[in-house]
């Protein structure tokens, strides 16, 4: 692992309890050898069988690199199993700044407000979360397993203008951090967090009708087609994956919903087939069917409805999924943000209409 920096930096070693301090103006190579680090600088070793490493810019706008990437904040490497971790320890305000590009997309001043809409919403997310994973020495991954971060590449003032001027605001209800979830497109409405996931019901996060302030979005509509051979593949593949044992589902003879979500999700959706039927629903249908032109990615939402064509047999032949919004649908819906801010309303507004019964507290 090869580290660098802008400036000089102070490279401090962790050894059988003892702190020892070098200082670099060149990349820094980390290496693992039998659960230990060393390091070295232009190809001369300067520390060895150390604990962890942490490297710091000596100047105030000093900035950290690695695979080419710009950081704010300090790096500790430290060994996980036979391979390096690198966490970037930064200031709550400055991981913001590479989190909310990525996370809203460009935005110009029309958006303005739902940019500042969505640095409150990361900001609350981030702080719910602190040591959500006590086993480790960090509070948040970098992907969509919490907020995707990207670092200095990505700051634009606008976004830093909007996090300067949120600074310390975070959402609450009842006087307690918000799960601050949002999404793309909601597609017309958001939903109940307890009905697209099995987790526990929030009076925060119900369904609300979006009245079409995400219909700018790309995926407001969509649609998928499928031969049936295709659906057949997804869905046995994902319940082979799912209960351990290779799975043969058959013919698809019929596909139908049986229920939807408040906010027109697929609750329950069951296939039939020549062998029996099997109920599918609620988000992990988009892990189950994913997209007809590529099965890397999931299906862009569980808002959909089904059109089926059959052969003469009364098997299905082809399905077609008509379907409307991007994401899980629960929280705020980001293009739905968008399209407000272009309307006038404020980044207060727009969050206490996502966040139904929350209010906005500023903590420092």
């Known amino acids: 692992m090869s580290i660098a920096g802008n400036k000089p930096v102070s490279v401090e070693c962790m050894k059988d309890g003892k702190s020892l301090v070098y200082y670099a103006s060149h990349p820094i190579t980390v290496r693992i050898n039998k659960g230990l680090l060393s390091i070295s600088v232009r190809g001369s070793l300067i520390g ?10 000596r100047s105030r706008n000093g900035l950290l690199q690695y695979n080419n990437i710009s ?55 981030a702080m719910s979360r602190l040591a959500q994973y006590p086993n480790r020495p960090y509070d ?30 975070v959402i609450k209800y009842n006087d307690e951090l918000i799960n601050a979830y949002y999404h793309s497109t909601c597609g017309g409405y958001t939903d109940d967090i307890d009905e697209v996931w099995d987790k526990k019901s929030e009076p925060y996060l119900r369904a609300v009708n979006d009245s079409g302030f995400c219909s700018w979005s790309k995926y407001y509509n969509w649609e998928e087609k499928y031969t049936a051979e295709q659906l ?13 044992k290779v ?14 979500t408040p906010g027109g999700r697929i609750s329950e959706l069951t296939v039939q087939t020549d062998k029996g039927s099997y109920d599918l629903g609620r988000d992990k249908i988009r892990w189950v069917f994913k997209r ?16 089926l ?31 407000m801010s272009r309307a006038g309303r404020k980044f207060d507004d727009i969050l206490t ?12």
């Open 48 to 57: 060895e069988r150390l604990g962890e490493v942490m490297i710091t810019p």
């Open 71 to 125: 950081y704010r904040g300090l790096f500790k490497v430290i060994p996980n199993g036979r391979s390096l971790e690198l966490i970037n320890i930064v200031h709550l305000d400055e991981y913001l700044k590479g989190v909310v590009p990525p996370e809203i997309g460009w935005a110009g001043e029309p958006e303005f407000e739902a940019v500042k809409a969505q640095a409150v919403a990361a900001r609350t997310y």
């Open 140 to 169: 948040m991954k970098s992907d969509i397993t919490d907020q995707v971060y990207h670092g200095v590449e990505v700051e634009t003032p606008l976004v830093s203008k909007a996090i300067d001027q949120t600074r310390g605001y």
């Open 232 to 244: 057949r593949m997804r869905i046995e593949e994902y319940l082979s994956s799912e209960r351990g």
């Open 247 to 260: 799975i043969r589902i058959g013919d698809i003879t019929d596909m139908y919903i049986k229920s939807y």
């Open 292 to 307: 007809s032109s590529n099965p890397e990615m999931i299906l862009q939402s569980a808002r959909f409805s089904v059109k």
């Open 309 to 339: 064509k059959k052969n003469g047999n009364g098997k299905v032949e082809m399905v077609e999924l008509i379907g409307s919004g991007y994401g899980h649908g629960v929280g705020m819906c980001q293009c739905g943000a968008i399209g």
């Open 353 to 364: 209409f996502y966040y139904s019964n929350t209010n906005l507290v500023k903590l420092y």
